[in-house]
């Protein structure tokens, strides 16, 4: 077994333990590897030990990778924060994209997937997205408040070519009660949204802390450290 199935596996008994303490099915957690500034060669090492979905947090980067990773199978996600000149790469080249956070955003997204469908003739996927969700009302990170979360959806919720699945949160350091909150608020929507059967995902844990995201509820944790080691020092990102 090498090194990355080693550590992949390790994860994913993790899950599973966490999974079984808690009563719920080790399936309904999606385990995303963050693979920003990994290199391309050991994403391909990471996707031949078994794993299949891979995010990145910037564009440039992304896409110099996707490139030299055409031969593989990996959903990609995009979990970066989101400028409106990135959109368009964003619909074209992502099955995911998890920081939408104001409606323009979503917006273009659409709109790009219009225009590659009219001039492609090609009806593609609808793009998946998750809303971005400032959960602690941090000044510092993006995300919309709680507390403008329902409005959000009911104006996404209607533009064409776009998934909307759940949301997205990165609570504050030892902020554990975030997760709860975030999942109530993800709930709350659920009761109310016109097509419950696609708000499917809760998308909070990392390395650190994925253990009491699982507990509270989270459907997709987004793990870099913990299946690649610590990161390189980061590169010059456009």
Known sequence: MTDFAASRQQVLSQINNICRNCGISDD???????????????????????????????????????ADLTDLAIEWHFIGQIQRNKTR?????????HGVDRLIIAQRLSQHLAEQLEKQGVVQSPLNICIQVNIDHEESKAGCLPEELADLVEQISILPDLALRGIMVIPEV??????????????SVRAKHHSPEGWDTLSMGMSGDFADAIAAGSTMIRVGTAL???????????
């Open 28 to 66: 309904s957690v999606t385990l995303l590897a963050v693979s920003k500034t990994q290199p391309a060669e050991v994403i391909r090492a990471m996707y031949t030990a078994g794993q299949r979905f891979f995010a990145e947090n910037y564009l440039q980067e992304a896409l110099s990778k996707q």
């Open 89 to 97: 790469d964003l619909a074209t080249h992502f099955s995911w994209v």
């Open 174 to 187: 030892n902020h554990q009660d975030a997760f709860v909150r975030a999942q109530v608020l993800f709930e």
């Open 228 to 238: 690649f080691g610590a990161r390189v020092s980061p590169p010059t990102h456009l």
